[in-house]
């Protein structure tokens, strides 16, 4: 039973208090399920963490929060229930997730499944599928000729220089099969001359932060790569030195690289943490959180790409 009733609620995206947002396209229910990191995803009172969702019709117009996953007892995440995203695979629907376990154990990404986008989901993976003995978030599924990935980030909070990571995942999505990652992002190995040092008071540690991988296979069939970071004011000589997107490419077209930064960003106007979605017309589109900067603000942000080779989005969308 759930400690406390829900008050479903319509609102506008911008009034939505949410980091992280994803959202899934259900072109046969005509509805756009969105996800995100929300204020209860580290619990309150007598509410324990969980993941909801809103529904829109529009991407403007929200209803929501509906449940999509509620920890039974015992589950191994206690808190941090951040950064959901909802991938179909064979015939049913999983939501990689990040948790932190209880004292002394790792933060990492972990599978849930569920028969429909939407939930509810129930646990999968055998606890979380990073790497093991490290702190790790942001998980997200990546299929290569049969064989599924878990990208991830290796938290900055640990190793100073964050880095993006890959792992081969069996076919079932339970667990991983290797503790040897894939390096696609290294902070510190990689001429990134945009980057700029993060200082978290919150956490008392100061470090380059890498979140939120996302891939992504073009028409022509370029594999790119989205991430976040923070950037340097002025940063291409425009831009405002806060959340960002950046952008690289694999020169081989599989995951195993080499990858190539590329030199612009993508964003660079305190919007990140973006993944990919289709309009039901069939316009591409980043969703993520704005406003990162001014924590307990954040909301999310939908727009509009180009649907070339090489990713941008659509001119006068977004002025840094």
């Not at 945009?194 to 939120?212: E, H, S």
């Not at 790569?225 to 950046?246: D, E, F, I, P, R």
Request: aromatic share 12%; with cysteine.
């Amino acid at each position: 039973m759930l400690p406390y009733q829900r008050v479903v609620r319509k609102v506008k995206a911008q009034e939505i208090h949410m980091r992280d947002a994803f959202v899934y396209t259900d072109e046969e229910k005509g509805l756009y399920y969105l996800f995100g990191t929300t204020d209860v995803s580290d619990g309150a009172a007598n509410v324990d963490p969980c993941f909801e969702y809103y529904q829109s019709e529009d991407l403007i117009n929200f209803e929501g929060p509906y449940l999509a996953f509620y920890p039974e007892r015992g589950f191994w995440g206690v808190k941090h229930f951040w950064a959901p995203e909802v991938h179909p695979y064979g015939d049913s629907y999983y939501l990689f997730a990040s948790c932190k376990g209880g004292i002394g154990e790792d933060r990492g990404t972990c599978v849930l499944k569920a028969s429909r986008p939407n939930g509810p989901y129930a646990e999968h993976s055998k606890g979380h599928v990073t790497l093991k003995n490290h702190e790790c978030l942001d998980g997200t599924l990546y299929v290569e000729d049969g064989q599924p990935y878990i990208v991830f980030c290796h938290e900055w909070t640990e190793i100073y220089y964050g880095r993006v990571c890959a792992l081969p995942l069996s076919r079932d999505l339970r667990e991983p099969l290797s503790q040897e990652p894939l390096i696609l992002v290294d902070t510190q190995r990689d001429y990134l001359p945009w980057i700029r040092q993060m200082k978290d008071p919150r956490v008392d540690k100061v470090g380059y932060l890498t979140d939120a991988p996302w891939l992504h296979r073009a028409k022509d069939g370029t594999l790119h790569m989205l991430w976040s970071s923070y950037s340097v004011k002025q940063a291409g000589g425009k831009g405002q030195g806060g959340y960002t997107v950046a952008v690289l490419t694999s020169e081989s077209g599989s995951i195993r690289g080499p990858w190539r930064h590329r030199s612009a960003l993508l964003l660079d106007a305190d919007i990140g943490h973006v993944s990919m979605f289709r309009r039901l017309d069939g316009q591409l589109m980043l969703a993520g959180h704005r406003d990162d900067s001014r924590h307990g603000s954040e909301s999310p942000v939908f727009l509009p790409l180009d649907d070339p080779s090489d990713i941008q989005l659509m001119k006068s969308e977004v002025t840094v």
